[in-house]
């Protein structure tokens, strides 16, 4: 699933096309059926966390993959890989690039002196180049990161990874790995665990899987063999072999991402994650 090790890799996909035109646009979302970019020049693309962003002139494009989103680069005229009508944005740029943002969960378009208002609420990106140096005066992404977290001791670890505007980036898959990787329930209160660990281990997690093909924690690529725990419900604990198990955390108004708040599974396991979570 999209997570901010994805958007960071697409962000990266997509740099060739600084400085490109943008010789054709096509908002297929009903608020921006009349929009247009055409005739603009890509300025900037970058990540921050679960969110992509273009620069265009002085007008920013900003989506969200949600769950099931995906952008598709093709060249002009050839056959997208994906349905037609599953299609939420299409740019085409100078150079015979056309770009197709499939099931979008999130499409925006506004000034480039919003940005901070839109954005703004979002917490610390691990992968910025800020996370661990800032200007002069400045904490670093993750001393800011480390104190928004910690910041509700009596709210779970579990609800707190997952809320945007304290961490940007870690989703469901990430929370239930970094959460046994750490040996804690994701349901332990904040204030019962070493929250700056968990965060560093959030943010080598995202890093080590920036560059690998498949996303693994367990450093096995094979289907099947990437994670300790998400997903695996009833299987054995691959450190203990005791009976991984699953259930419910926190609700719709417990993050800030809609997407996350969907994502409401936890899996652990008994052994290996102990904790009074009663």
């Given at each position: ?237 691959r450190r203990c072999g005791a009976r991984i198990e699953t259930g419910r955390l926190g609700g719709a108004d417990s ?24």
């Amino acid at each position: 699933m999209p997570e901010g090790d994805s958007v960071r890799r697409l962000s990266d996909r997509l740099q060739p096309l600084t400085g490109r035109i943008v010789e054709h646009s096509d908002f297929r979302v009903p608020r921006l059926a009349t929009a247009s970019l055409t005739g603009t020049t890509v300025r900037r693309v970058w990540p921050h966390g679960k969110h992509l962003l273009w620069l265009c002139d002085d007008m920013v494009l900003h989506t969200h993959l949600r769950m099931e989103g995906t952008w598709r680069i093709h060249a002009v005229g050839t056959r997208w890989s994906l349905p037609a009508h599953t299609a939420r944005v299409v740019i085409r740029v100078s150079g015979g690039v056309e770009l197709v943002g499939h099931n979008l969960g999130l499409v925006e378009l506004f000034p480039q002196a919003e940005v901070s208002r839109r954005t703004g609420h979002l917490g610390p990106d691990p992968l910025a180049g800020d996370w661990l140096i800032t200007g002069r005066w400045l904490p670093t992404g993750r001393d800011e990161a480390v104190r928004r977290v910690g910041a509700d001791p009596h709210r779970s670890i579990g609800e707190a990874l997952l809320d945007q505007r304290l961490l940007a980036g870690v989703g469901n898959e990430y929370r239930a790995e970094v959460c046994f990787l750490a040996g804690v329930h994701p349901a332990e209160p904040v204030g019962a665990v070493d929250a700056a660990a968990i965060v560093d281990l959030a943010a080598r997690a995202l890093l080590a899987n920036l560059d690998s093909p498949v996303r693994t924690f367990t450093g096995d690529h094979r289907p099947g063999n990437t994670c300790f725990v998400f997903g695996r419900a009833g299987r054995p604990c691959r450190r203990c072999g005791a009976r991984i198990e699953t259930g419910r955390l926190g609700g719709a108004d417990s993050v800030a991402d809609p997407a996350a708040a969907q994502e409401r599974l936890i899996w652990w396991c008994p052994v290996c994650q102990p904790g009074d979570v009663r």
